[in-house]
């Protein structure tokens, strides 16, 4: 199982939006709605920002929002605050297996 | 309140055997299931393979088919993460994640065991 493709890098200014893009297959992505993200501070466990392609758990701002159209999930973070710098990783049910991405660096400016 | 807490840090010499735990709490830990997740320092996360809580049966990614073990001792809550025969790329902060809960995102993470393998 390959693990999916996100861009290394991303940033945007303070109150700009940023999205993050995660690419896989049809046996991943695009195969199920289980795509997940995770945010992760340096030297910290990551943690879940959205499950099933769209939804926030309890306690996740709304500037954090996320879809999926065929084999590409996206993030987005809007309202860019200095918080949200961190790691990014998405996450993808792959039918018994689970894959992830190669996580994206995002920065505010 | 819910959590995973993971045992502490480890320094082990090449060749040697290491064994992390996973106590949860704050939850029927039969449950859910757990999985465990792999990053190498400076890298991205890997996933490893996950156990089933009711039944003991482990599955393990492609990567992690030798010298790695899942194991529960269910009368204390505990997942166990075991690595035989260590090598230096074994170097890696790892972590248990609840899983089942919504939707297969994992939504409560351990702190993360630092394994060093080195001579």
């Known amino acids: 199982q390959s693990a999916l493709t996100q861009p290394p890098s991303a940033s945007g200014s303070p109150g700009q939006s940023v999205t993050i893009s995660c690419t896989g297959t049809?046996?991943?992505?695009?195969?199920?709605?289980?795509v997940s993200w995770y945010q992760q501070h340096p030297g910290k466990a990551p943690k879940l920002m959205i499950y099933?392609?769209?939804k926030r758990p309890s306690g996740v701002p709304d500037r954090f929002s996320a879809s999926k159209s065929g084999n590409t999930a996206s993030l987005t973070v809007s309202g860019l605050r200095a918080e949200d710098e961190a790691d990014y990783y998405c996450s993808s049910y792959a039918g018994s297996n689970k894959v992830f991405g190669g996580g994206t660096k995002l920065t505010v400016l | 309140q819910v959590q995973l807490v993971q045992s502490g840090s480890e320094l082990k010499k090449p060749g040697a055997s290491v064994k992390v735990s996973c106590k949860a709490s704050g939850y029927t830990f039969t449950n859910y299931a757990m999985d465990w997740v792999r990053q190498a320092p400076g890298q991205g996360l890997e996933w490893m393979g996950w156990?089933?809580?009711?039944?003991?049966?482990?599955t393990y990614a492609q990567g992690f088919t030798g010298g790695f073990v899942f194991s529960l001792d269910t009368s204390v809550n505990t997942a166990y993460l075991q690595i035989s025969s260590l090598k230096a790329e074994d170097t890696a902060v790892y972590y248990c994640?609840?899983?089942?809960?919504?939707?297969?995102?994992?939504?409560?993470w351990g702190q993360g065991t630092m394994v060093t393998v080195s001579s």
């Open positions: 156990i089933n809580t009711n039944t003991g049966n482990p």
């Open positions: 099933e392609v769209s």
């Open positions: 994640a609840r899983d089942g809960a919504i939707g297969y995102a994992f939504d409560i």
């Open positions: 049809s046996s991943d992505v695009g195969g199920y709605n289980y």
